[in-house]
């Protein structure tokens, strides 16, 4: 029995496993039902398309800026399990306000002024659900497995996330908007119900989260959810200075440094792509949203087959080894991915291509092809650095060290999504948007290749010692 089949039988690990998918799957279902709609059905221009996807991913992104610390220390310092069930109730109530959101949109009703404000805001809480969330996912790993299953643990939750992603993307491009708005809804309850089986993971030390308006409210609440639903509010102001602190004390480890470097940059990269996917199916594919979904699926597939690859090369290690290597790949996939789409011709006279025309056009294949690579060879890449900020610090930091990773992962998206909103303010066209995102893969190289020598100067600094 390999560790993987092993862990999906265990209690301490498949219920954390499947309500991560599920929350995977149900930001992934609301989101991209959200932004085809609104491309397909709202907007008729290349500039509006691409400006409120790139809007909808900043909304997405700046939760992990905000609240990063905030969810790290919580982690840190409370049962991770408890947290992760309140989470997952209050994922019931902001899906109910972007099914809200939806069906006004759907019904053409304040489309502009209300429909689109209210499903942002459903996207941006959903975005502050998995940033509570996010830490906790890979700090509880080594809370409940063994040391020589982390690596396991960590490539199958990145691999069930794609999948989860997958799934949630194709089934938001196939089914009306109509039966996203009850997927959204029963996905929520199921989530809850699942989360109510994991077992319990309290914080390991004597840590205490120091919130001195809160301290007296905190003693005497027994309401969990009062309890930490009243940190929010107190919270906010102080988010920008403990996020800071929180990644200044976290950076003096070299590994987990440049670990955090190389994944910021990676998803710089991912938020780019993700962001030109749906515009550039429309406009330089004339491709349908069952195209567009199609898009996200082969790059979801690909991140999970590379996550499940770099696991079997590296036997368990934890080792950037293949990292600057697979970046480099990753990057001449990006630009064969932009010349075969500057080749496409399909010209259907104003309709779109569905699945089957799509596929049977003599450049599709080529096309999806480099788009698989892409995918694969940034699983391969990235799936490491995760397990480098579980690994490499004390478990009781563990959670923390995830939520800084998830701030300068924010900041470096954001700065990736407005440059991409920029460049198309002033014309630059979508297809050679592309490009930047081959450029960033060689930074992403450099940083892999810095990961690794400070990988072999701690090794070697722990056997002399």
Known sequence: MTTSTHLLRRRRF?????????NAFNDNLYKTAMVLFVVY??????????????????VFILPFCLFSGLAGQLADTRDKASIIRIVKICEIGLMCIGAVGLYLAWQGIMVHNVAIPVML???FLAAVQSTFLGPIKYAILPQHLKKEEVLSGTGLVEAGTYIAILAGTILAGWIPVQWAIIGILA????????????????????????????????????????????LLPVAIGDQVLMSWRLVRETMHNREVYFAILA?????????????QFPPLAKNQLSASPQV????????SVGIAIGSVAI?????????????????????FFVIGFYLVARLWTADQGGVLLEVDEFILQPLAIPLLSMLLGIAVAGGCFVVPLYAFLTTRVPSDRAARTVAANN?????????????????????????EQLLMSAGMCLVSAWLGRKLYNAERDAAACAQAS
């Open 14 to 22: 498949l219920p954390l496993f499947v309500t991560q998918l599920f």
């Open 41 to 58: 059905s709202v907007y008729n221009s290349e500039a509006d398309e691409s400006m409120f996807s790139g809007i909808a991913s900043v």
């Open 121 to 123: 805001f459903a996207l």
């Open 187 to 230: 996905t929520a309850v199921i989530g809850y119900l699942v989360s109510r089986q994991i077992p319990d993971a309290p914080p390991i030390g004597h840590q205490e989260l120091h919130l001195p308006l809160l301290e007296p409210f905190w003693k005497e609440t027994k309401n969990p959810l009062l309890k930490y639903g009243a």
């Open 263 to 275: 994944i910021s940059f990676f998803w710089t990269i991912g938020a780019v792509l993700f962001i």
């Open 292 to 299: 567009a979904s199609l898009f996200l699926v082969v790059f």
């Open 311 to 331: 696991n079997a090369l590296l036997k368990g290690k934890v080792s950037a080894r293949y990292s600057p290597p697979s970046v480099i790949i990753m990057g």
């Open 407 to 431: 701030i300068v992962n924010s900041i470096a998206m954001v700065l990736g999504s407005v440059l991409a909103i920029g460049v198309t303010a002033i014309g630059v066209g979508i297809n």
